[in-house]
């Protein structure tokens, strides 16, 4: 797929509108750093750059949203990630837990933190401690998490800016 970010980032205003309102209604931290982005280009330009991870999928369950700060997490490049089946991230042995976990955040319309593992693009698990909370896009209840990479200590990582990743 020829994937053009800035048309994805200018073409997708209501995908933007409905995640910074989630964002802002769940009171999710989240690190808006470049206010002059959302100017230029819509409101999912700010979520792209910013410097916390967030992904979102539609209720296909594949990504819509994958910023460049999970690509530092998980190895996929924006353009790579989007449209992924968001399963691709999910070990098996938590697949099962997961769903219950999203059927939890959309019906009862909160937000929910968990510690949990994720498969990084090259096969390897790493920890995270994800934010999961709900947005709705065209009437639709779908799920997006803002996600921290966690050491062997538990503590927060954030995840070095490589060659391969922006």
């Known amino acids: 797929m020829d994937f053009d970010l800035i048309q994805y980032i200018t073409g997708n205003r209501q995908l933007g509108s409905a995640l910074a309102a989630a964002l802002d209604k769940y009171h ?26 967030l992904l979102a999928q539609d209720h296909n369950h594949l990504l819509n949203f994958y910023n460049f700060s999970a690509a530092r997490i998980f190895g ?28 939890k955040v959309i019906a009862e319309g ?27 896009l065209d009437s639709r209840p779908s799920i997006a998490a803002r996600v921290e990479l966690l050491g062997a ?14």
């Open 76 to 103: 996929y490049s924006p353009q790579e990630a989007m449209g992924l089946e968001s399963l691709k991230l999910v070990p098996a042995e938590v697949v099962r837990e997961r769903a219950d976990i999203f059927r």
């Open 153 to 166: 200590d538990g503590k927060r990582v954030v995840p070095l800016i490589t060659p391969e990743t922006p």
């Open 28 to 53: 999710v931290d989240f690190r808006r750093e470049h206010p002059q982005a959302e100017r230029c280009y819509g409101p999912l330009a700010q979520l792209f750059f910013s410097q916390s991870a």
């Open 110 to 136: 909160q937000a929910v933190e968990v510690l949990d593992n994720r498969i990084t693009k090259e096969g390897r698990i790493v920890r995270i401690n994800a934010l999961i909370f709900p947005y709705e």
